[in-house]
């Protein structure tokens, strides 16, 4: 990881972009692990079809993950000659290998680091500046003091000697910084940022993996900012803390995975009922059950959108790439808070655990605005009929607003009922509030044109949008719909979207292509498509999208 | 803190009518936390009362403060949301023996250990009533009344108090409902007291436990200082009949409440991401 870390920061300083995803097996410290990483002269949100460099520290467990490391012929495989020859899942890929000594190169220096000597090797094969590298591990190493970076600039430098008798591989082409200024955040860090730049100013969460990072990063930036986070007993505590911290008054979210939004779901029910806004930030992983925790799946779409018993309305949301993370949540907050009602931010371990070098985020205007009940209110009712469905909100403290919130059905006033007139009218207005809302154009990221369109969300917008370039280069006209807003559904928008379009094709990473059903549960679609779905942890590649499309061709 | 006022008990009720039977011990809860509520002083703005569900979690509707009447046996982790959130309030949960001890006892020995500074009343009445009587937690083993086990359940009932000791709850009284002065009492001075306060009220379930109006012939008042060290408490308890009532524990733990401070700009924070 530290090794993937000094390159990605390293291509950052010298100008480039870059993805990083990781590879983690299931031990709790060491095991298997791998950081995989795109570097670019162009901002990137995929990862590509296969790796062009494979520098192996070692064959541990590698039958494990192979599958999670393509390469191609002209790949190149570095690996210490003393471990042994190349596993067969890895040979199988015919790429061409080389020998790096690595252990010996390393055992020449005092203190000298194998994984220094691989990014050392790494960095001159594929031609990032050592400047870059070194700056970097300065910075990183100030703290560990003269003699470990002494150490490992020697390393680094060793292996970049040593890649001089290696065959060549791809290259960066030189490129200088562009001078825009650039960000390296992981989609978790970009959730947490999201909350707080949104108002988020109470959260309660259970640790879980790949959620625990959002509340790590927002741990100190929240006490930095007058906000309080709690670590609660369970997800039953967190949820409900959650209720009871908007409930006073506080924007408040709490973040998750699959597990933990399972047990959550009754409390979501109540934040619908009693009109609690709150935010949820389930990161997706391998399911059912505690499935693959540190690996990434997009199965918990049916429970987000339908675990809820009774009817349920409530905004579901989904960031469509890393970046993307902080702008859907910041909107998520503000969702929560003006409609008065849980909003699910569906992030994936895909997002949240990958860094990216990419173009400062631009600032969204969306901000925690909630209509509260101030003054005149000798008639309150909490749950009264308006226009927009949205009552005002009395904060405890507000003289005169007094009231109950409440699960159970009630009237206007928020005294329990279970009159029928009354659970029509309540029911009728928690629906209408989401649905005559304007959710305005970032329903979904729509691009290009065409009889063709691609559907997809979240993490799978990336490869999908990669692909339909490479298709266009081919002179294909295709249209890409990533979904941002899942609930409520905007059949009206996605008919203007699906306007002349012929042929769908839906991408989706679940076994059993929820997504699709979901479509097909909401919206018109043409009637010929194909379906592009997979369970984790192998992400659709750009190459499997394309060679469906260039069938349409 | 806001001006004194002169709320009586009866501003603290609201005009809603209970769905309680006539004679269930809630109705002396009911006016015993109401009466509490008037002696803080405090307008009513400023109390928050957060239940689950039961019988006795409809609590809140019938008061005049800002209420929460959540899901079944998670009173404790909204009330803790609402404190945490807001400090500035007073913080009073309230609900059932099966709410609190059964579906919500994760949260009770939670609550008791984190030490959030509000004050939860349990309305024991060893049965489940909204459901129609039900065993709870602190049901006798041998109580064979209802169809669900009909030979009884064969389970030592837990000691609510004695949970709460063994948790670390900071202020632990024991009330009866046909002594609603005194409950209301200990309500205030749990209160007042800094720290998780548990209020263990014996409120009898006149329908599905009639037997139980014959605690008016056993409850007694306590002997011994609550303020004592834990160690003498925790020797008292374990012999207590359950039926001792007053003040039964006077901890000294702090309370919980994480920091706060405005020390960075967004722009510092988000510097960090530069690169
Ligand atoms: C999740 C869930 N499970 C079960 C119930 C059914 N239920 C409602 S109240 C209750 C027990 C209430 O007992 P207690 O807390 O002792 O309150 P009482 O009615 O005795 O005052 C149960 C089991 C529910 N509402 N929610
Ligand atoms: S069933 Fe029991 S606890 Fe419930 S209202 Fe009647 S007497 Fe009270
Ligand atoms: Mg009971």
Redesign the interface.
């Known amino acids: 990881m530290t090794a993937g870390q000094v390159l990605l ?1 390293a291509a ?2 010298a100008g480039f972009y870059g993805l990083m995803t990781r590879s983690m097996g299931p031990q709790i410290r060491g095991g298997e692990a791998a950081a995989l990483l795109r570097i670019s002269t162009r901002p990137i949100s995929s990862l590509d079809d296969h790796y062009d460099l494979l520098v192996a520290f070692d064959w541990g467990n590698i039958n494990r993950f192979a599958a999670e490391l393509p390469l191609s012929a002209d790949s190149l495989v570095l690996a210490d000659p003393t471990h042994g020859a190349m596993p067969e899942p890895i040979a199988a890929y015919g790429a061409r290998a080389a020998d790096l000594a690595l252990k010996d190169i390393a055992a020449t220096i005092p203190g000298g680091r194998v994984n220094m000597v691989g990014v050392g090797a790494a960095a001159a094969l594929i031609g990032l500046p050592l400047d870059a590298v070194l700056q970097v591990v300065t910075t990183q190493l100030a703290r560990k003091g003269e003699a470990v970076l002494a150490a490992s600039t020697a390393a680094i430098k060793a292996g970049a000697e040593a890649a001089a008798a290696l065959p060549a591989t791809a290259r960066l082409p030189e490129h200088a910084h562009d001078g825009a ?5 992981s989609g978790n ?1 970009a959730a947490g ?1 999201g909350a ?2 949104g108002g988020i ?2 959260v ?1 969460a259970y640790p879980i993996t790949p959620a625990t990072e959002v509340l790590e990063w927002l741990a100190p ?1 929240l ?8 670590q ?3 997800e ?15 924007p ?1 979210l709490t973040a998750t995975s699959g597990p933990g939004l399972a047990l959550m779901t ?2 979501l ?2 934040a619908v009922a ?1 009109e609690t806004p709150l935010v949820l930030v389930d990161v997706m992983r391998g399911g059912p059950s505690t499935g693959i925790p540190t690996k990434s799946e997009q199965s918990d779409l049916n429970i987000a959108v339908y675990g809820l018993h009774g009817d349920a309305p409530h905004v579901v949301v989904a960031p469509t790439s890393i970046t993307d993370c902080l702008f859907t949540t910041q909107w998520a907050v503000y969702l929560a808070e003006a409609l008065q009602t849980p909003a699910l931010v569906l992030s994936d371990q895909a997002m949240g655990q990958s860094r990216i ?1 990419a173009p ?1 985020p631009q600032p969204a205007p969306f901000k925690a605005q909630r209509l509260v009940a101030e003054g005149g209110l000798e008639t309150y009712q909490r749950y009264a009929l308006t226009d927009s469905g949205v009552s005002p909100m ?1 904060i ?13 059905e009630h009237n206007e006033r928020g ?2 009922s279970s009159q029928a007139s009354d659970h029509q009218a309540q029911m009728d207005k928690r629906a209408d509030k989401l649905s005559t809302f304007d959710y305005g154009a970032h329903w979904a990221d729509i691009e290009g044109e065409g009889d063709i369109a691609v559907i997809t969300w979240g993490a799978v917008s990336g490869p999908v949008g990669e692909a339909i370039e490479r298709a266009k280069a081919q002179g294909m006209k295709i249209r890409q719909i990533s979904l941002r807003l899942l609930l409520p559904a905007s059949p009206e928008r996605m008919a203007e979207a699906l306007a002349g379009v012929r042929r769908i094709l839906i991408a989706e990473q679940t076994h059993g292509q929820q997504f699709t059903k979901f479509l097909r549960a909401h919206y018109d679609l043409p009637a010929e498509r194909v379906v592009v779905n997979r369970p984790g942890p192998l992400p659709i590649r750009p190459n499997e999208i394309l060679s469906r499309l260039l069938a349409w061709k | 803190m806001t001006v004194q006022t002169s709320l009586t008990a009866q501003d603290f009720k609201s005009d ?1 009518k209970p769905i309680w039977c006539p004679g269930c011990g809630d109705y002396a809860v009911l006016s015993a936390v109401t009466k509490a509520m008037a002696e803080l002083g405090r ?4 109390i ?1 009362f ?1 239940s689950g569900i039961g019988c006795s979690s ?1 609590i ?2 019938y008061t ?8 079944h ?2 009173a404790l ?10 400090p ?2 007073t913080v009073i949960a309230a609900g059932g023996d099966g709410d609190g001890l059964s579906i919500g006892g ?2 009770f ?2 609550a008791c250990r984190r030490n959030v500074d509000m004050t939860y009343i349990v309305m024991d009445n060893q049965v489940y009533g909204m459901t129609k009587g039900q065993a709870s937690p602190t049901t006798a083993p041998d109580w064979c009344n209802s169809k669900l086990t009909p030979e009884g359940t064969g389970i030592s009932p837990v000691e609510p108090a004695r949970l709460a000791l063994a948790s670390g709850a900071n202020f632990i009284a024991r009330g009866f409902a046909g002594n609603p002065n005194e409950v209301a009492r200990l309500i205030v001075e749990g209160i007042h007291h800094p720290g998780f306060s548990f209020i263990h009220v014996l409120s009898p379930c006149v329908t599905y436990r009639p037997e139980q109006r014959e605690w008016k012939n056993v409850v007694h008042p306590g002997e011994g200082d609550p303020s004592k060290a834990i160690a003498e408490a925790m020797q008292r308890l374990s012999t207590d009949d359950g039926y001792t009532t007053g003040v039964l524990f006077a901890g000294t733990r702090p309370a919980f409440m ?7 700009s ?1 722009a510092e ?2 510097g960090k ?3």
């Open positions: 920061d950052s300083k200024p650039r960000w390296n955040i860090e940022l707080l730049r100013k109470f309660a930036a006490e930095k900012t007058g906000g309080v986070l709690v609660a007993e369970d039953l505590a967190s949820i409900n803390m959650v209720i009871g911290g908007s409930f006073a008054g506080l408040s009754e409390s029910g109540l009693s070098v400062q009395a405890p403290g507000t003289p005169g607003g007094q009231y109950v919130a409440d699960g159970l005294t329990p | 809603v307008p009513r703005e400023d928050a957060i409809r809140p509707a005049n403060v800002y209420g929460f009447h959540g899901v046996g998670r982790a909204i009330a803790a949301g609402v404190k945490l959130a807001r500035d309030l994760n949260h020995m939670h994480p920091a706060r401070h405005e020390k960075a967004m924070i988000e991401f530069l690169s």
